[in-house]
């Protein structure tokens, strides 16, 4: 699990700022994409949960047991769709048994796969990769939900959808301000429990970026357009003062936070640390925004009691 998400952080760069145009937000598309499509082929986790929150079940789903398992928005409407295998390499031939009409992609997966998958159906590919700059986490899931609203002739089901992630921000928010943590410094780091050290996560992914919009500080910065994480070593980690630790990957049980160590740091003794539910960062939709967000709040709230 941790190789995987480690890995999903080398591949996945998304950015601060706003989409200022479909130009900005669209890669590449096919001259026939068209108007309300009705067989549409997801070939990634963002572009899955995208689609699903708009009441829409994707004809084909790459990474398909994955998302299920680990992201699990919209289940319900994926009970029919066909596995196409991964998405570093959809099965080409399974996507075209499909005759759909419309293929949905990102630029840093399936930018070199145009031309074929264009071959096979009207392809849409957003602009997400590490190329991109001054673009953020929270706001191209945003962009990307409201033009597949409107391409599917389903605005008012995304406009409805950001409201939600933005209505579960303003609540941790307004957490963060009642507890008085604004500028305090609050870290969200992978914890690599067979070294004793920590991953901290550029402030690009979706999780960094929702971070940056509680208006807590993140102690280790990371903006870098060739590199989503950084190390934390274990003396950085213990120095830091009135430092408190969110901790994403499941691995609340690793015998590393039962050890003498752990219970040495400060964080530990003062139980400012807690663990967070979900094990995906580096992507996500509104959906996925509201659903970690609301978990951060209730963390932050939980070690403050």
């Known amino acids: 699990m941790a ?72 289940n319900d409407l994926l009970e029919r769709s066909v596995a196409l295998g991964s998405a570093q390499q959809p099965n080409l031939e399974a996507i075209a048994r499909l005759e759909s009409d419309l293929i949905v992609g990102v630029a840093y997966l399936h930018l070199p796969l145009f031309e074929r998958l264009d071959g096979l159906a009207p392809t849409l590919i957003y602009q997400v ?34 409201r939600e992630g933005q209505q579960a921000l303003a609540a941790a928010r307004q957490s963060v301000r009642e507890l008085d943590l604004q500028g305090e410094p609050v870290a969200v780091l ?22 940056n919009r509680l208006e807590v500080r993140s102690p280790w910065t990371l903006r870098s357009a060739h ?29 590393f936070f039962a050890s003498p160590l752990w219970k040495a740091l400060p964080v530990a003794q003062q139980q400012r640390y807690a663990f967070l539910p979900t094990p995906y960062w580096t992507f996500g939709g509104p959906r996925s ?14 070690m403050n009691r």
């Open 3 to 74: 190789m995987r998400l480690v890995c999903c952080l080398l591949l996945v760069c998304l950015a601060q700022g706003a989409w200022a145009s479909d130009a900005q937000l669209v890669a590449r598309q096919s001259a026939g994409v068209g108007e309300a499509p009705q067989r549409i082929v997801s070939l990634d986790e963002l572009s899955t949960e995208l689609l699903v929150s708009l009441g829409i079940e994707p004809v084909g789903v790459a990474n398909l047991a994955n998302y299920r398992r680990y992201i699990g928005i919209g």
């Open 129 to 162: 990769s590490l190329a991109s700059a001054g673009y953020d986490g929270v706001a191209i899931g945003e962009a990307m939900l409201e033009h597949l609203g409107r391409l599917t002739g389903r605005q008012a089901q995304a406009a409805a959808v950001i």
């Open 190 to 211: 992978y914890p690599l429990v067979q070294q004793g050290s920590f991953i901290a996560l550029n402030q690009q992914t979706l999780i960094g970026s929702l971070m």
């Open 227 to 255: 590199s989503l994480h950084r190390r934390i070593d274990m003396r950085s980690f213990a120095s830091e003062p009135g430092l408190r630790v969110l901790f994403i990957g499941g691995q609340e049980r690793a015998p």
């Open 289 to 302: 925004t509201a659903a970690i967000a609301t978990q951060v709040r209730e963390a932050i709230e939980a």
